[in-house]
């Protein structure tokens, strides 16, 4: 991997921000980034959490609530220098078709995927110009991708995410500044222990009968995009477990 070498104020290394960094893909991407030679800025709002991944890899732990405007200019302010984004906050909230579906669920969803993005990416817009070799990498899904039976509150947020960050690529371009789209099939993390509200029994069913995709799987992948030379973009890479072909596409063994 190409060594990412550059002098920062904060640290000798480049800086990296990762959001949603205190638990599955997050803190995987922060690890694998802190390998691939980068200073790691790590955001979320479990503090604690934070400060014990920045302790083994020699980042910084720094509080943040991508769904509050006050928290994303607090955590901002402390990160004046940055050569790389990744917008992995988010998640989802209920499985329930669009007759049932929780209004509170979706707008956080859209206040945690695309607010939550939106707010980032303006935030350290600034820095990764001055960087004179930015890069943005977004998780977004295959939930980005297309519609699928009683997701439309996350397909939705995913989609006007994917957008955003899609919609960049144009608006950026002629700026030393790369776009990456991240966007992953099923990943064993707290993701659907958060979407089915804590219900273990539930959560662990989803994964029943076949090999996910781990967290580490994507951190290789995010870091392998963010470590190719400068004028190489990789604009969107999908990535499933090979048991899955699409979103409730899956084959499972008894
Ligand atoms: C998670 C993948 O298929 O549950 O982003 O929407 S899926």
């Excluded at 076949?210 to 963010?226: E, G, K, M």
Aim: hydrophobic share 40%.
């Amino acid at each position: 991997m190409r060594a990412a070498g550059q002098t920062g104020r904060m640290s000798d290394r480049p800086t990296a921000v990762v959001t949603g960094a205190s638990s599955g893909i997050g803190a995987a991407t922060a690890r694998a980034l802190a390998e691939a030679g980068f200073h790691v800025v790590l955001g979320a709002r479990r503090v604690d959490r934070l400060e014990e991944i920045a302790g083994e890899i020699d980042g910084t732990a720094l509080r943040l609530d991508v769904t509050d405007k006050a928290s994303v200019a607090e955590f901002v302010a402390g990160v004046p220098e940055c050569r790389l984004l990744v917008n992995n906050a988010g998640g989802a909230k209920g499985l329930e078709p669009v007759a049932e579906a929780d209004e509170d669920d979706w707008r956080w969803m859209y206040e945690a995927n695309v607010i939550g993005t939106l707010r980032m990416t303006q935030g350290l817009l600034p820095a990764l110009r001055a960087s004179g070799d930015g890069h943005i990498i977004t998780v977004t899904s295959i939930a980005a991708l297309g519609p699928y039976d009683n997701g439309a509150g996350y397909t939705g947020a995913k989609h006007a995410q994917a957008m955003l960050h899609r919609t960049l690529r144009g608006e950026l371009l002629g700026e030393p500044i790369r776009l990456t789209e991240i966007a992953p099939g099923m990943v064993e993390t707290d993701f659907s222990l958060v979407r089915f509200g804590g219900d273990r029994e539930k959560a662990d069913n989803v994964y029943k009968g076949l090999t996910p995709l781990s967290a580490d799987d994507v951190a290789d992948v995010i870091a392998f995009a963010a470590t190719r030379p400068s004028h190489v973009n990789l604009d969107q890479i999908t990535l499933m477990p090979r048991a899955q072909a699409g979103p409730g596409r899956v084959h499972r063994e008894p």
